[in-house]
Structures are given as structure tokens and as C-alpha cells.
């Protein structure tokens, strides 16, 4: 029964975040527990789904979260806090869901920041290490498969 529930939570998970529409709701995440999002069979089965199906979760992960940089990183070039504030807080929502830790501590810098109206100042670097864990999930995905 609790593998209903889990793919369920992830059904809704994967709605709010990967929708085109998606509501900007607050998540916490104070309570998320570090897993290794890299160990595709140990996430799949705390996560109580199948791998395949953690692997299309995290395929889509990828797509939203390089599209999130994107926005992101236009968003720090033209000054436009509150849409870094947006794309930070969907992208720390997502990744700290899906217990994609690396990815989840920094969009969540990015967030509290940009909330209290403040550019990160080593913004470039961060955005650069996100990308670097996109690049190393979707690796692990390839290997995977």
C-alpha cells in the first residue's frame, strides 16, 4: 500500500513542478533526507516505484531544470529578482522532492536570497554547479538505462 501512496506523492510532484502552468506554492523541505540521487536502484526503491519510472521522472527533472537555468540566468543578466525568485523556488522544490540534494542546497540559496531582494554574488558559479549535477544525473541516467 505505501508504494501507491509514494507513486501517488510523486504523480502530484511531478504535476506541480513539471506543468507548464505551475502554481509558485511554498514546499518545505527542512525535513528532507539526504538520499543519493546518483544510485538509481536505492532511490527507486526508498522511493517505492520502479526504475524505469524514477528514470522518466528524472528525465523530466533534467528538461525543467536546464530550462530553469536558462530562465534563471536571463533572469540575473537583466536584474529581474522576482523571476529568479520564481524559477530558485521551483527548481528548489523540485530537486528537494526528488532528493536531489547538491542541486536542492543551492537553488534554495538562490531562493532565500533573491526573497530578501538580494543577488547572490557568486551567482555564475552557482548556476555553473547546478549544471555540472545535471550533467552527472543525466550520465547516471544513460548508464542506467
Do not use: W
Amino acid at each position: 500500500m505505501s508504494n501507491l501512496i509514494t507513486f501517488h506523492f510523486l504523480k502530484i510532484v511531478i504535476k506541480k513542478y513539471f506543468s507548464p502552468n505551475t502554481d509558485m506554492n511554498f514546499v518545505n523541505h527542512e525535513n528532507c533526507n539526504e538520499v543519493d540521487v546518483y544510485n538509481i536502484d536505492d532511490n527507486a526503491k526508498k522511493l517505492g516505484i520502479k526504475k524505469d519510472v524514477l528514470i522518466n521522472i528524472l528525465t523530466g527533472f533534467i528538461e525543467r531544470a536546464k530550462e530553469d537555468v536558462g530562465y534563471m540566468t536571463d533572469a540575473f543578466n537583466k536584474n529581474d529578482i522576482e523571476k529568479l525568485y520564481q524559477r530558485s523556488h521551483r527548481l528548489n522544490g523540485a530537486s528537494g522532492n526528488l532528493k536531489i540534494i547538491k542541486i536542492h542546497e543551492i537553488s534554495k540559496f538562490i531562493e532565500e536570497n533573491t526573497r530578501n531582494k538580494k543577488f547572490p554574488l557568486n551567482f555564475n558559479e552557482l548556476i555553473d554547479e547546478i549544471s555540472n549535477e545535471i550533467t552527472k544525473i543525466e550520465a547516471v541516467i544513460e548508464i542506467s538505462k
